[in-house]
């Protein structure tokens, strides 16, 4: 009888000791299916912007317009993604859609609704280069603007000091024409005078 129980707590041990090997092998799979798992979904819900920004550089017109139909499509169903997305069609320079100011403002809205960790650490680099080059470029516009506005001042100026000296002329040669006709009056006066007497 000491056999069989022996026998009993070694067979004990031994699906024990399996049992623990399994817990131990088996743990870190389900831990890593839940990452993978988790990873997956987060995957599915995110586009790497950069990845995407690259995409659309290489898109004819024609292509970024349907890109854009369904962008717009997308984000009327809700979906972040489009959004972001949208922002970049926006900012793209040869977009139907271009608009520094338009990209800006809903940048910094979206920036304002949700927090960085929607954005992993390279899209949040991305979106980070694209704030300060829309900051940048609104600058230069605005610094164009001024110096368009300053032109028109000057060139307004020169015109109204064109303007002025063109009357000043014409007075003057009025007044020359006048005085012209006055002496050859007075000439012709002097030689009626000279001629009787």
């Given at each position: 009888?000491n056999?069989?129980?022996?026998k009993f ?6 699906n024990?000791?399996?049992s623990?090997?399994l817990v131990?092998i088996l743990?870190?799979?389900c ?9 997956a979904?987060?995957a ?6 950069g990845q995407y ?9 024609s ?5 854009i139909k369904?962008q717009?499509?997308k984000?009327t169903?809700g979906?972040l993604?489009?959004?972001i997305?949208?922002?970049?069609l926006?900012s ?19 920036l304002?609704q949700h ?5 992993s ?25 001024e110096?368009?506005?300053?032109s028109?001042?000057?060139s307004?100026?020169h015109?109204?000091n064109?303007?002025?000296q063109n009357n000043?002329?014409a007075?003057?040669t009025l ?15 002097e ?6 007497g």
């Open positions: 009888m056999i069989r129980l022996i707590k070694v067979c004990l041990s031994i024990k000791l399996i623990l090997i131990i743990f870190p799979a831990q890593l299916y839940n990452a993978d798992n988790y990873e979904t987060f599915a819900n995110t586009v790497n912007y920004y690259l995409a659309l550089k290489k898109l004819s017109e292509d970024l317009l349907l890109e369904q717009k499509i984000k169903r979906s993604e489009a959004e997305n949208l922002l970049l926006y793209l320079p040869n977009s139907p859609i271009q608009s520094s100011y338009s990209t800006k403002s809903q940048l910094n809205e979206q304002k927090t960085n960790s929607l954005f650490s390279t899209d949040q680099a991305f979106v980070t280069l694209l704030k300060d080059q829309l900051n940048q470029q609104l600058y230069l516009f605005q610094q164009l603007i110096q368009e506005i300053e028109n001042k000057q307004a100026k015109l109204v064109q303007k002025y000043k002329n007075e003057l007044k020359i024409n006048e005085l012209t006709n006055q002496i050859n009056q007075l000439k012709k006066i030689q009626v005078i000279n001629e009787h």
